[in-house]
C-alpha cells in the first residue's frame, strides 16, 4: 500500500514539477513506465523496455551512473526512499545543469522507482544569493572600519551629527540598491540635504575619452561633459588632491556649472589609487567654506568613492552572469529567460515571434586547421556582425559551441526570414582571415527559422522547430535560410 502511494504521489509531481521525470525500472533493469515532462508519448513509448542503465550511462556519463547505481542498491537492499540531493551534469554543449533524485521499492521484487527534478535554476539563484550575502559583508566590514577611523576630535557635536548622517546616508544606500543611478543620486542627497549645499554634482570619469561626465546632481547644468584638462574639476583629477576656487571670478580654468556659482570645490573620488570621478560643490554669493567644510568633504570623497566603487562591481558581476565572455553577446541562461517571458507576452497580446537558429558552416575543420584562437576571433567576428544585423529589440545569443540564436519580438515568419537573410549575407562578405581557405571559398553560416505560435505552441518546440529547420539548411546546401515547415527549394509538400 506504501509503494502504491508513492508511485501516486511521484506521478502527481511530474505534473506539477517542471521539468522533471518519473521511471519505473522492472527487476531486470529495464524501463516498464517513464513519464517526462515535455517528452511526448512517442518518445515516452521508445524508451520503454530499453535498459536504464545504458541510457543513464550515455545521457549522464559513468560517473553519474555509477553515483544512481549505487544508491540504487542501498534503495533496494534496505527497502527505503533514497533521495540524492544533487548532481551535477555538463551536457555536450558545455552547459552546467543539477538534478535531485528519489529511489524507492516497487512492489515488484527488485524493481524500483526513479523520480528526477531538474533543480538547475533553484542551485544557480542559491549560488547568486551567497555570493552577493559575501560581498555585502565584506562592505559592511568596510565601513565599520572607515566609520571607526573618522576623527571626531575637532567638532562639536552639530558637526558631528552632520557628517555622520550624511556618512550614513551615503554608505547605506549600496544596502537599499546596486544600480548606479540610483546610488550616485542618493549621494547627491546626502551631500545636499544633509550637509546644507545648494548645488552638488557627481562627474564620473570615462577612460576612453578622458572625460569627465556629470551623473547625478543638483542645481547644475545637464550633460555636462569636461576633458580632465580643462576646468576646476579637471584640475582636481590631475592633481589627484582637493581644489578650492574661493572666487570663480578670478580662476581662469573655472567652467560655469550653475547660475549662481560663486565658489567651488572639486574633490577627486579615488579607488586603489585609480581616479574614478570627481565630486564638485559650487556655493553661491555670501557661503563661505571654512576648513571644516573642506575637511569634511575630503572626509567623505573616499567612501563615496567606495560606494560608487561597489555598486559599479556589483552591476558588473551581474552583467558578467547573463554574458557570454567571449563574444560579448547574451548568454543561454539568459536566452532561455528572455524566450519565456517572449512568448507569455506573445501569448497574452496574440503577437507573432520569431527565432532564427545559426551555426557557422564548416567550423570545426577552420578551427582544426587554424587552432582555437583564430577559431575564437571567428566566433567574436561572426557575434559581431549578427549584432550589427538585427533590430535593437531583438534579442542576440551564444547559444553555445558555434551556434547563436536570435530573437525577434513582433516579427512574422516574412520578416523574420528577411533578417535571416542579412546575416547570412553579411557574414558571407565579412573579411574573416583564410576564409577562402573554407569550401566554397568564403566561411559562411546556415541559418532556421520558426515562427510562435504557428510553429510553435511552447518555448521549448519553438527551439526544437527552430532547430530542425537549421539542420534541414546545414543538410541540403548550407549557406542557406530554412523555414520550418516547408522547404522552398522541393515545393510545399517536402516538411521537417
Known amino acids: 500500500m506504501a509503494n502504491e502511494l508513492l508511485y501516486e504521489s511521484f506521478l502527481n509531481l511530474v505534473k506539477d514539477a517542471v521539468p522533471s521525470a518519473f521511471i519505473l525500472i522492472g527487476g531486470d533493469g529495464n524501463i516498464r513506465e517513464i513519464q517526462m515532462t515535455g517528452l511526448g508519448i512517442a518518445k515516452r513509448q521508445r524508451l520503454i523496455g530499453k535498459s536504464f542503465s545504458k541510457i543513464m550511462y550515455r545521457l549522464f556519463g559513468e560517473q553519474n551512473t555509477n553515483i544512481v547505481c549505487g544508491a540504487q542498491q542501498n534503495c533496494l537492499e534496505g527497502a527505503k526512499l533514497v533521495v540524492i540531493p544533487k548532481i551535477c551534469y555538463v551536457s555536450p554543449r558545455g552547459l552546467t545543469e543539477y538534478f535531485k533524485w528519489h529511489l524507492a521499492p516497487a512492489a515488484e521484487a527488485n524493481s524500483f522507482i526513479a523520480f528526477v527534478q531538474n533543480i538547475t535554476e533553484s542551485v544557480l539563484i542559491e549560488e547568486e544569493f551567497n555570493t552577493i550575502c559575501e560581498q555585502h559583508d565584506v562592505v559592511n566590514r568596510e ?22 548622517a550624511a556618512l550614513y546616508r551615503i554608505t547605506s544606500v549600496v544596502q537599499r540598491t546596486v544600480i548606479l543611478t540610483e546610488v550616485l543620486a542618493e549621494i547627491v542627497d546626502g551631500l545636499t540635504h544633509e550637509l546644507g549645499f545648494i548645488n552638488a554634482a557627481i562627474f564620473l570619469l570615462e577612460e576612453e575619452t578622458q572625460e569627465l561626465r556629470i551623473m547625478a546632481h543638483r542645481g547644475y547644468r545637464d550633460n555636462i561633459r569636461v576633458h580632465i584638462s580643462q576646468g576646476v574639476i579637471g584640475y582636481a583629477c590631475r592633481l589627484r588632491e582637493l581644489v578650492y576656487v574661493p572666487d570663480v571670478t578670478c580662476a581662469p580654468r573655472y567652467i560655469p556649472g550653475t547660475s549662481q556659482g560663486a565658489s567651488e570645490v572639486a574633490v577627486p573620488l579615488i579607488v586603489n589609487d585609480r581616479v574614478i570621478g570627481v565630486m564638485d560643490v559650487e556655493t553661491p554669493a555670501g557661503k563661505i567654506m571654512n576648513k571644516y567644510d573642506l575637511d569634511l568633504l575630503r572626509s567623505l570623497a573616499s567612501q563615496i568613492a567606495l560606494t560608487i566603487a561597489h555598486a559599479t562591481h556589483v552591476a558588473d558581476v551581474q552583467m558578467q552572469a547573463v554574458t557570454d565572455s567571449l563574444t560579448g553577446l547574451s548568454n543561454y541562461r539568459y536566452f532561455r529567460s528572455a524566450l519565456d517571458m517572449e512568448v507569455k507576452r506573445a501569448l497574452r497580446y496574440e503577437r507573432p515571434l520569431a527565432l532564427l537558429m545559426i551555426d557557422i558552416d564548416n567550423y570545426k575543420r577552420y578551427n582544426d586547421t587554424y587552432g582555437h584562437r583564430m577559431g575564437d576571433e571567428v566566433l567574436r567576428s561572426v557575434a559581431t556582425v549578427i549584432r550589427d544585423s538585427v533590430r535593437d529589440v531583438d534579442i542576440v545569443a ?8 536570435v530573437l525577434c519580438p513582433e516579427t512574422t515568419l516574412g520578416e523574420a526570414r528577411i533578417i535571416a537573410e542579412r546575416i547570412r549575407f553579411n557574414v558571407e562578405k565579412y573579411p574573416f582571415p583564410n576564409k577562402q581557405t573554407q569550401p566554397g571559398g568564403t566561411l559562411t553560416v546556415s541559418v532556421g527559422v520558426a515562427e510562435y505560435p504557428s510553429d510553435a505552441s511552447t518555448a521549448e518546440e519553438l527551439i526544437d522547430h527552430a532547430d530542425k529547420a537549421l539542420y534541414a539548411a546545414k543538410s541540403m546546401s548550407k549557406n542557406c535560410v530554412r523555414i520550418f515547415g516547408l522547404d522552398f527549394s522541393l515545393g510545399a509538400e517536402q516538411r521537417y
Do not use: P
Not at 577611523?149 to 552639530?158: G, H, I, R
Open 398 to 405: 551564444r547559444y553555445g559551441g558555434e551556434e547563436f540564436v
Open 143 to 164: 565601513l565599520c572600519i572607515a566609520m571607526s577611523n573618522l576623527d571626531f576630535q575637532f567638532m562639536d557635536l552639530e558637526q558631528a551629527h552632520r557628517k555622520l
